[in-house]
């Protein structure tokens, strides 16, 4: 049965997206909404969120890996915009470090889509699984990492801000390379190499997580690559989910994203290793 099929069956009204061959049911469109929504919250809180929403716009018939992948900084862009808002209504952020951070992050985001097509992505999974395998263990033994900021530079210093502004443009590339996780490497960055506590560094990577969407964006919407009804579907989620994720973030601490942070990266170790185990 065919996606149209079944929603005539379903009583439901479909219509195929203009330049794509993907059929969006209103259904389907509740259901990215909901997406969205979790996705949004969880990424407010630690990164992550692409985690869900990847895997859910990969299941939709008709939508292609690359499709995906641009339809998916849609829906981020719009929750890391909200999330970043309501962080800053809360928390004062280094801005001299944040924002040239995100700036060099934005050039690395284009780099890297640049690169992604010619890049293979199996030259960079089995990398990235052994550095967050690291991450979590380094995060588990030491307990009161992130819990109080503990500056590894003066933060008037060149040290400081170069360390700051060099994550933020390497993550930045990798974000357009492959993208799972960019916000979960920029806190565990920002902590252990800068020093924030978790909530200042939540706060700062949204910022900068902000501008790499942008940039991949930059890269993805002049060629073609988004299928706007779905991304606007996951944008109005993403919307509410970045409100909440960082209100529920904001009201438990530090204590409370470590916890999360953990989870999340666990779950990153889950699905590379599959998929370096898969050959994929």
Do not use: C
Not at 133 to 158: H, M, N, Y
């Amino acid at each position: 049965m065919t996606a149209l099929t079944a929603a005539a069956a379903a009583g439901t009204a479909a219509a195929a997206a203009p330049g794509t061959g993907v059929e969006v049911t209103v259904g389907l469109v509740l259901l990215l909404l909901a997406v969205g929504l979790v996705a949004g919250t969880v990424d407010a809180v630690v990164g992550g969120g692409g985690l869900i929403q990847l895997p859910a716009l990969l299941l939709v018939p008709g939508v292609s890996a690359v499709q995906a992948l641009a339809t998916n900084k849609v829906g981020s862009i719009a929750g890391t915009a909200m999330s970043s808002a309501t962080y800053l209504r809360r928390i004062t952020p280094d801005r001299s470090a944040t924002l040239p951070a995100a700036g060099l992050a934005l050039g690395g985001a284009v780099l890297g889509a640049m690169l992604a097509a010619i890049v293979p992505e199996a030259l960079f999974r089995p990398i990235i699984l052994v550095v967050l395998v690291a991450v979590a263990l380094f995060t588990l033994l030491k307990p009161s990492l992130g819990q109080e900021a503990q500056l590894r530079f003066p933060p008037d210093s060149a040290a400081h801000h170069g360390v700051a502004w060099t994550l933020g443009f390497l993550v930045g590339v990798y974000d357009g390379v492959l993208g799972p996780g960019t916000g979960s490497f920029l806190v565990i960055g920002l902590v252990a190499l800068v020093g924030f506590s978790f909530l200042q560094a939540t706060a700062s990577a949204k910022v900068i997580n902000l501008a790499t969407n942008l940039g991949a964006l930059l890269f993805f919407i002049p060629a073609g690559h988004v299928v706007w009804s779905l991304g606007l579907a996951l944008a109005a989620g993403n919307l509410a989910g970045g409100y909440l994720g960082a209100r529920v973030a904001i009201r438990f601490g530090s204590g409370f994203v470590r916890i999360v942070f953990i989870v999340v990266v666990a779950a990153l170790v889950t699905s590379m290793g599959w998929d370096v185990l898969r050959g994929r």
